[in-house]
């Protein structure tokens, strides 16, 4: 797989390189993303990452086609919903997510949120058994605590090569980053712009002012620093260029140590308090 000279990558276990800002896709769909996607390619993107639960796979597929994409030359991602996390429906879902999609593999599996009520064992087998197939090259997991990634580790066949979590200068998440780095884990973020509601910080106000660069650039700067993998989203053809001009300026380390020190703990989407009644993350009652 080729990126872009610019664009850094990390190397998963199994020897992919994985490009360190991906196109983020949640909640866009129809003409917006199909819009957000070609200003992607076209400025150099080479990662997407998308979900079945996204319910934009299929638009994500059409635009690939249409714009005749060397499969070779792009990192794709998508994720099983936690209802589907049994053995027999992980594997129906992988074959429906690349139907859509228009690929014959992915290079990114993941189980989009633990399921309780479902082995992780189970899960991860069916994992093991579609990379065998050759239909995923990598396996992962999102929004996994340490605890739960620690389970994982444990009975895992397959090598689990990406936590995808909520990470952002509000929520920086040290315990359970240094667990990933520890297991050769690799930090995917989402919502790594805080889903904007970073951009009120002050302190992050005055950093970008000062580097004449955008709230949104400089706090994605900071995170590839840390070793961390972004995926933006946005629907503008500008942010989305912008989202990937991070790599022919440098930041302080005493500017990225400022950064550091905003973290408050602070979840946008992942708080960890959730219940179990009706229908959460894609569990129905």
Same mark, same amino acid.
């Given at each position: 797989?080729?990126?872009?000279?610019?664009?850094?990558?990390?190397?998963?276990?199994?020897?992919?390189?994985?490009?360190? *800002?991906?196109?983020?896709?949640?909640? /866009?769909?129809?003409?917006?993303?199909?819009?957000?996607?070609?200003?992607?390619?076209?400025?150099?993107?080479?990662? *997407?990452?998308?979900?079945?639960? $996204?319910?934009?796979?299929?638009?994500?597929?059409?635009?690939?086609?249409?714009?005749?994409?060397?499969?070779?030359?792009?990192?794709?991602?998508?994720? *099983?919903?936690?209802?589907?996390?049994?053995?027999?429906?992980? /594997?129906?879902?992988?074959?429906?997510?690349?139907?859509?999609?228009?690929?014959? $593999?992915?290079?990114?599996?993941?189980?989009?949120?633990? @399921?309780?009520?479902?082995?992780?064992?189970?899960?991860?087998?069916?994992?093991?058994?579609?990379?065998?197939?050759?239909?995923?090259?990598?396996? &992962?997991?999102?929004? =996994?605590?340490?605890?739960?990634?620690?389970?994982?580790?444990?009975?895992?066949?397959?090598? /689990?090569?990406?936590?995808?979590?909520? =990470?952002?200068?509000?929520?920086?998440?040290?315990?359970? *980053?240094? =667990?990933?780095?520890?297991?050769?884990?690799?930090?995917?973020?989402?919502?790594?712009?805080?889903?904007?509601? /970073? =951009?009120?910080?002050?302190?992050?106000?005055?950093?970008?002012?000062?580097?004449?660069?955008?709230?949104?650039?400089?706090?994605?700067?900071?995170?590839?620093?840390? &070793?961390?993998?972004?995926?933006?989203?946005?629907?503008?053809?500008?942010?989305?260029?912008? @989202?990937?001009?991070?790599?022919?300026?440098?930041?302080?380390?005493?500017?990225?140590?400022?950064?550091?020190?905003?973290?408050?703990?602070?979840?946008?989407?992942?708080?960890?308090?959730?219940?179990?009644?009706?229908?959460? $993350? &894609?569990?129905?009652?």
């Amino acid at each position: 797989m080729t990126t872009p000279a610019t664009t850094p990558t990390t190397t998963l276990p199994g020897g992919d390189e994985l490009p360190m *800002v991906g196109l983020g896709t949640w909640n /866009i769909e129809g003409d917006d993303l199909r819009v957000s996607l070609r200003s992607g390619l076209d400025a150099g993107y080479t990662h *997407v990452d998308t979900a079945e639960g $996204y319910m934009n796979e299929a638009t994500i597929g059409e635009v690939l086609a249409e714009e005749s994409v060397d499969r070779d030359d792009l990192f794709l991602t998508s994720k *099983v919903l936690p209802k589907n996390l049994d053995y027999e429906s992980v /594997i129906a879902s992988c074959k429906e997510s690349l139907e859509k999609l228009g690929t014959d $593999y992915l290079d990114l599996y993941l189980i989009h949120w633990p @399921n309780p009520a479902i082995s992780v064992r189970e899960t991860l087998s069916a994992m093991a058994h579609l990379q065998e197939e050759g239909l995923v090259r990598n396996v &992962g997991v999102s929004n =996994f605590s340490t605890y739960q990634l620690s389970a994982a580790l444990h009975v895992s066949p397959v090598d /689990i090569a990406v936590n995808q979590i909520e =990470f952002h200068p509000w929520l920086q998440r040290p315990d359970l *980053v240094e =667990f990933c780095r520890k297991h050769d884990v690799e930090i995917e973020a989402a919502a790594p712009l805080g889903r904007t509601e /970073i =951009f009120a910080d002050e302190r992050l106000q005055q950093i970008a002012e000062s580097y004449e660069k955008s709230v949104a650039q400089v706090t994605l700067k900071w995170a590839v620093e840390r &070793g961390v993998t972004v995926l933006p989203k946005s629907t503008s053809p500008d942010h989305v260029r912008a @989202n990937l001009d991070l790599f022919d300026w440098s930041i302080d380390d005493a500017d990225l140590a400022r950064i550091d020190e905003l973290d408050r703990g602070q979840a946008v989407y992942d708080d960890r308090v959730r219940g179990w009644e009706g229908e959460v $993350y &894609g569990i129905s009652e």
